[in-house]
């Protein structure tokens, strides 16, 4: 015979201020655990919408970054002539040569403080290779002109970024003439200019890196065979996906490891909150655990019943967690990514599987803070029960 | 004293509970303790930092160099002691996991402006004399096991090839704040294989480390220093070496705010538990309490039996958790040695772990204390828990 979940469900609700407070110390656990999977989760998805699956990034062998590489204009002009490259209706090579420098701006909210802005130069094509990103305010920089544009993100967080205003790099100046969404991609923490004019600016004889978008997306194996064995050629090729994710892999290690350490440290807390109630529950209500087995429940359901109230208890907790935290999908994070040196801005973002995770991880703890008392219970002689007071 | 024993005694009567809570409360503090002592870890670089060396950097961004030759612009300003070359080399020692800072320095003028680093007088000079040679700090040798003589070879992401660099010398720390986990080797060896494979990116200068001669006139001498090359095509940054890596912790601030955040979140649980703890203890000794108002203790005396029981509970967890601290963080520290080169434990953070346990006594206490001053005789005797 089974104890109704209604008269389990009740007793949370007699002692109101307890199950407040035990719920209340698991429901701040589970908003720490989901807001460390949601950022972690945040970063993932801006990086994977950055990276189209047929384009490709050619950087410097060895180089990390398209910061610290370079290649020659021969090199990019092979890599433009390869076969497995895309090419337009006009017949020209779908492939853009770009320049990527760093750009220390200060921050909009303290201007003392100061990160690393991306800032690249790009043909038209570039545009074209990647069409997620779209023009929200202004114009987009004229060709040939020292006009840049900047992405969302970095009008958002830096200072005299305005449309209008001018940043003054490499002995020019450069007027602001747009914001870009990006469309939550790491584009959005970017600003974009004409390359040749950033390389005249910057005296610079050589790209940074080439996108180039192959003719079908299978084509990558045979692309990468033939610029590594072009002994002209000293580079590394990736998937762009690939080549962000990988930028950002440290990032994401250091924020899943953190979180994952708090959270189960932060757990212990909160389970003893939910052994120490448990164990009051089964305290006070001895005589009540006589009652009802003298009434024939049998061990298993007392022990069931007491369980059930530890979940229901963890429960309360998980929702009200994830309730919490779910509002912090409004809240954007901008942090520098060490390993690419520059400012990379990403937003919590809840998941059907981040949620399922959170509340797995409320009735886990729930079961291991109830799992003793309700043992205790079940274990109880009817008569010694029925006597206590 | 009365008052102190019957406190004492009543923390230990439900043992289970109280023991829980207490365990909880270490749990917390220990955490609380250990998150604020890695946000200190990210300003130890700043703590090493000296007030009378500037750095001048090119101003769009670290990742610019300068011309060389701005050292002798630089020299000459008035306040200026001495000036070096430093290059950022950002090597990998066989795999990416394996990262440390390596510079390449003019070294007759870099580490006269770093007494903190402390060598032995024959191996330095060994280092001098040998242009592939190159000097670690002790911490650094301790972790790859290098030794004087070891070949150290390292791969660049910023200069291709392959690079090897003999260790000529092992440096120590003058004082607990020096960081001794880096690596410098000469500048000029650097210059001359760019000069070869690389002419366009030879003769440049990553940073300028100046140095001068009082802290106070830092402010005067890096406005100077910046004017000389206004409206140049590098023109520069000059700042205090203080406020030069203080740089580097704003750029993850997000970061370091977010882990001080969360070490009060864990504070906030412990206080749900222990409040929860202190609620259930009162209301099963409302009658308790009736009784000793009953006998004429004022209410006042019944509220301070309850807070000073929560105080002692807070104080027993806190102080356990507190005396754990070092430890725990003795034993983080070398499990992440290679992210943090300092943990610094330091007074703050144990002030801050006994405010917070102050804080959940108080909470804790507060409301059932409140409830049994409250509470009329006759209802509190009727009470049945």
Not at chain 2, 286 to 297: D, I, N, P, Q
Request: hydrophobic residues 50%; contains cysteine; charged residues 15%.
């Amino acid at each position: 015979m089974k104890i109704p979940t209604h008269y389990i469900a009740r007793n949370l609700w007699v002692r109101k201020l307890t199950t407040a407070l035990t719920a209340g110390g698991m429901a701040l656990v589970v908003f720490v655990f989901a807001a460390v999977l949601m950022l972690d989760a945040g970063l993932k998805a801006t990086l994977v919408a950055t990276g189209s699956p047929d384009n490709v990034v050619v950087i410097r062998q060895g180089a990390q970054t398209e910061v610290q590489s370079g290649i020659s204009r021969d090199q990019a002009a092979l890599i433009e002539t390869a076969p497995e490259v895309a090419r337009g209706a006009d017949g020209l090579p779908l492939v853009s040569k770009e320049v990527v420098v760093l750009n220390s701006l200060p921050k909009i909210d303290d201007l003392t403080k100061r990160s690393n802005v991306v800032v690249r130069g790009l043909p038209d094509m570039g545009k074209t290779l990647r069409p997620q990103v779209s023009i929200v305010q202004g114009r987009m920089f004229r060709p040939g002109s020292s006009e840049i544009v900047v992405g969302r993100s970095v009008a958002r967080g830096f200072a005299g970024v305005e449309i209008g205003q001018q940043l003054s790099f490499a002995a020019r100046q450069w007027t602001v003439v747009g914001i870009f969404d990006g469309g939550m991609t790491a584009f959005d923490s970017e600003i974009w200019g004409d390359v040749e004019q950033m390389m005249q600016a910057f005296r610079r004889i050589v790209y940074s890196s080439v996108i180039a978008k192959l003719a079908a997306p299978d084509l990558f194996a045979a692309l990468k065979v033939r610029l590594d064995d072009d002994p002209r050629l000293k580079v590394d090729i990736k998937r762009e996906a690939q080549f962000y994710s990988d930028q950002s892999s440290s990032l994401s290690n250091f924020i899943t490891l953190l979180g994952m350490a708090l959270s189960i440290i932060f757990s212990l807390g909160a389970m003893i909150g939910a052994t120490i109630t448990m164990y009051a529950a089964v305290a006070t209500r001895t005589a009540e655990i006589g009652t009802l087995r003298a009434l024939g429940f049998q061990r298993g359901s007392i022990l069931l019943a007491f369980l059930i109230e530890a979940l229901l208890l963890a429960a309360v907790g998980g929702i009200v967690g994830l309730i919490a935290a779910s509002f912090l999908t409004a809240i954007t994070v901008s942090t520098t990514n060490f390993q690419s040196f520059s400012e990379l801005a990403f937003a919590f973002t809840l998941t059907p599987g981040i949620v399922l995770s959170a509340l797995a991880f409320s009735l886990v703890m729930g079961f291991v803070g109830g799992f003793l008392p309700a043992i205790k219970a079940s274990r109880m002689k009817i008569v010694d029960a029925l006597r206590a007071d | 004293m009365f008052f102190l024993n019957f406190v004492f005694r009543n923390v230990f009567r439900a043992k289970l509970r109280s023991t829980l809570t207490i365990v909880g409360l270490i749990i917390a503090i220990l955490a609380f303790g250990l998150l604020q002592t890695v946000v200190r870890a990210w300003y130890a670089g700043a703590d090493a930092a000296s007030a009378t060396r500037l750095i001048t950097r090119n101003a769009i961004s670290l990742t610019f160099s300068m011309p060389v030759y701005y050292r002798d612009k630089i020299r000459s300003v008035p306040g200026v002691t001495s000036v070096s070359v430093s290059n950022w080399f950002g090597g990998v020692y066989k795999e990416p996991k394996n990262f440390f800072a390596q510079f390449a320095v003019d070294a007759p003028t870099y580490f006269p402006m770093y007494p903190e680093f402390v060598f032995d007088t024959e191996q330095y000079q060994a280092f001098m004399r040998d242009r592939r040679g190159a000097v670690i700090g002790r911490q650094l040798a301790e972790l790859y096991g290098f030794k004087v003589g070891d070949v150290i070879p390292l791969k660049s992401g910023i200069y291709p090839g392959s690079w090897e660099f003999n260790v000529r010398a092992i440096y120590d720390a003058k004082d607990e704040t020096t960081i001794t986990r880096q690596m410098y080797f000469h500048y000029d060896y650097l210059n001359e294989q760019l000069k070869r494979t690389a002419p366009r990116r030879g003769d440049l200068a990553g940073v300028f480390v100046v140095g001068i001669n009082e802290g106070q006139a830092a402010p005067n001498i890096s406005r100077v220093i910046d004017a000389e090359f206004k409206n140049s095509l590098a023109e520069t940054l000059t700042e205090t070496e203080k406020a030069f890596t203080l740089g580097f912790v704003a750029m993850i601030e997000t970061i370091v705010v977010a882990i001080e955040g969360v070490s009060y979140v864990v504070i906030l649980i412990i206080m749900a538990v222990a409040a929860n703890t202190m609620a259930m203890t009162a209301r099963e000794r409302l009658s308790e309490y009736a009784t000793l108002k009953a006998l004429g203790f004022k209410p006042g005396a019944v509220a301070a039996m309850i807070i000073g029981e929560a105080f002692l509970l807070a104080a027993l967890g806190a102080g356990l958790g507190m005396l754990l601290t070092p430890i725990v963080v003795k034993g983080f520290h070398a499990a992440t040695v290679s992210v943090f080169a300092k943990m610094p434990l330091v007074a703050q953070t144990f002030y801050l772990q006994a405010a917070c346990a102050v804080a959940v006594g108080m909470v804790a206490g507060i409301v059932p204390a409140i409830r049994a001053a409250r509470v009329k005789i006759v209802d509190g005797l009727r009470h049945v828990a």
